[in-house]
């Protein structure tokens, strides 16, 4: 890490990335408020740092040993001050400021009027981003992959709907990407790209996603420690996409007898997570349960926890559902959660704020 004196100048940072590059490595450049931190991209052992700290502007070289420094609570502090909490805007809505982000929508987006309805009445719960899977990770490839498998006509007739459900209902849209090929697509029509937990370990596809250059939104693998799923959002750091929301939806149940839930929302992962990162941590209690009965608890817990934000599946009758009913629940139900959550929310901030005035 590379930290320049306040008063340098642009021809000197262009300098320092120039004998970085010397040195076969690549520069991440954080401008702050106060002071641009140059963040060194491949093995820095490689780099000669005294020779670093002696270059016009620079204030301090020092070599950081971790998989995810770019990323990491104490870059962020270096370049921003603070370095408390990414604020990532898109639209109106903030993830990971004040005001917790509810994401909602159905599990799958399965024609135009189901699409409407929904985002309609999920609008008028409190949601303020709108989901829906068009490209679907399913276990059986016999099962429903979502209208991103009828060709890219089917796929981007799907997305245009999206986008203008967002439109009409004032809501950024989320959905997913399932390979490299759907990116350019995808982006052309959303507002965050969804990288799905089974995709986490995959680092091409999360570069190319990060090139998008749009927010992600980034779901942990169910069987990935939280130091995996952050060396991995370093890969898209790595690109220069910072904005990037990181995804708690449950981890693979231990023991052998029967779970009751579909996998376990990792609730200390949370905090954790938020002490390690100035990333954003948004929580799916809908994959984490897969049962909705569980969703009005767990959304409360997951913001106790210190969750920036929820996805949660919904829809006017989950019956109909061709994916994910189960676990999906009404919008007015979805109003419950928000209403608790948002009072939740600010008593945790509250507690945080207080942690910072007290220093
Ligand atoms: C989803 O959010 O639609 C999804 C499939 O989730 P996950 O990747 O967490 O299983
Ligand atoms: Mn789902």
Known sequence: MIIMKSEAT???????????????????????EFRTVIGLIGDERRADFSHFATLPGVKEAFMVESPYKLISKE??????????????????????????????????????SQLFRIAEEVKKAGAQILRGGIFKPRSSVHSFQGLGANGREGAEEALRWLYEA??????????EVRGEAQIDLVASYADIIQVGARN??????????????????????????IDEFLSFAEYMA??????????????????KGKNYTRYTLDLSAIPAIQKET?????????????????????????????????????????????????????????????????????????????KVVNG
């Open 10 to 32: 642009k021809e000197e940072v262009a300098s320092v990335v120039k004998e970085i590059k010397k040195f076969g490595l690549k520069a991440d450049v954080s401008r702050g």
């Open 75 to 112: 870059y962020g502090k270096r370049f921003d001050g603070e370095g408390e909490r990414r604020q990532i805007r898109v639209g109106d809505v903030t993830i990971g400021g004040d005001e917790l982000a509810i994401i909602a929508g159905p599990c799958t987006v399965e024609g135009k």
């Open 166 to 175: 967002g439109q009409r209902f004032e809501m950024p849209v989320v959905t």
């Open 200 to 225: 986490m370990y995959n680092q091409d596809l999360l570069a190319s996603v990060a090139r998008a250059g749009k927010p992600v939104f980034f779901k942990r693998h169910f069987g990935a420690g």
């Open 238 to 255: 790595a690109e220069g996409n910072k904005d990037i929301i990181l995804c708690e939806r449950g981890i693979l149940p231990l023991g």
């Open 278 to 354: 100035y990333l954003p941590v948004v929580a799916d209690p809908s994959h984490a349960t897969g049962r909705r009965d569980l969703i009005f608890n767990m959304s409360c817990a997951a913001v106790a926890a210190g969750a920036s934000g929820l996805m949660i599946e919904a829809h006017y009758d989950p019956s109909e559902a061709m994916v994910d009913g189960m676990q999906m629940i009404t919008p007015d139900e979805l109003k419950e959660v928000i209403s608790a959550c948002r009072k939740i929310h600010k008593l945790v901030a509250a507690k945080n704020e207080a």
